[in-house]
């Protein structure tokens, strides 16, 4: 059984940073895109950031370029997403992905795998 599981989330104030990971179990994802997606109260689901499977390349939203970094570690089936400047906006349940098709960029559609959320709570 194919499980994402996401940790470190939490509050942090404005201007503040926080460290997600995701780890990854079941399958490896080593030669497969990853990404990380948000959704916010009330807001549909939305594009983050995604990282090919060598991690020579990277793709961010508008949203979190110069803020958000996101890296990988295929020996540890792990892929961190490093927020920092966060801001009241950046508050939402933040979703880690895995696709199956090799390709990047890819639309959030062709993730195949998803797991459970972690909540970012940023307080003005």
């Known amino acids: 059984q194919v499980q994402l599981v996401e940790s470190g989330g939490g509050l942090v104030q404005a201007g503040g940073s926080l460290r997600l990971s995701c780890a990854a179990s079941?399958?490896?994802?080593?030669?497969?895109?990853m990404a990380w997606f948000r959704q916010a109260p009330g807001k549909e689901r939305e594009f983050v950031a995604g990282?090919?499977?060598?991690?020579?390349?990277?793709y961010y939203a508008d949203s979190g370029k110069g803020r958000f970094t996101i890296s990988r570690d295929n020996a540890k089936s792990t892929v961190d997403l490093q927020m920092n400047s966060l801001k009241p906006e950046d508050t939402a349940i933040y979703y880690c992905?895995?696709?199956?098709?090799?390709?990047?960029?890819?639309?959030?559609?062709?993730?195949?795998?998803w797991g459970q959320g972690t909540q970012v709570t940023v307080s003005s």
């Open positions: 990282i090919s499977w060598g991690a020579l390349r990277t």
């Open positions: 079941g399958r490896t994802f080593s030669s497969n895109p």
């Open positions: 992905a895995g696709a199956v098709i090799r390709q990047f960029p890819i639309p959030a559609g062709e993730y195949d795998y």
